[in-house]
């Protein structure tokens, strides 16, 4: 039986569906392959540099950790994409990871202006009285050695009356 211009077209979707779906699983089979090579094979090269980075500092707080965790994902999935030739999926977890390396002092720039601002702090310290620090409060424990102190800035103007 011959079937109508609307079956065949109806005919024509599923089919087209159908190759779609295959097609499809048959990439997602593809890519979970080659993930598993990648994770059996990938140097560790940057999860490794990664790992010995956060290991050396030592200013790290609890409250750090998942910014830490997720330098680690990407340092990961760095290796995987590098591994694998993807050279842009590799510039993108570049980026990502350059980021929080940087938010967490870990490149030599942002270590370079902490260092820096607690040097001129330091020397501002030494310049001014005593009197105008206040006193700490009580109980606060004491900073580590490569930890300066912030002092609020003076306030600017003459120092006169508002009125």
Do not use: C
């Not at 910014?67 to 990407?74: D, F, H, S």
């Not at 590098?82 to 270590?111: C, E, F, K, M, N």
């Not at 607690?118 to 050695?145: C, D």
Request: hydrophobic residues 40%; proline residues 6%.
């Amino acid at each position: 039986m011959a079937q109508t211009e609307e079956e065949r077209r109806e005919s024509k979707r599923i089919w087209a569906a159908a190759k779609r779906a295959e097609i499809a699983a048959e990439r997602d089979a593809r890519l979970r392959a080659d993930r598993a090579d990648a994770v059996a094979h990938a140097p560790r090269t940057h999860r490794d540099a990664y790992e010995a980075s956060v290991s050396a500092a030592k200013w790290f707080k609890p409250s750090d950790g998942a910014l830490v965790a997720l330098g680690r994902l990407l340092a990961e999935d760095l290796d995987y994409a590098d591994y694998l030739g993807d050279d842009a999926l590799v510039l993108r977890i570049i980026g990502r990871l350059t980021s929080i390396l940087g938010q967490l002092g870990l490149t030599p720039v942002v270590r370079m202006r902490f260092e820096l601002r607690s040097a001129q702090i330091e020397a501002r310290k030494a310049t001014e009285s005593a009197e105008a620090a206040p006193p700490a409060p009580a109980g606060a424990p004491p900073l580590p050695a490569n930890v300066s102190k912030l002092a609020r800035p003076a306030k600017r103007g003459d120092g006169g009356d508002r009125g």
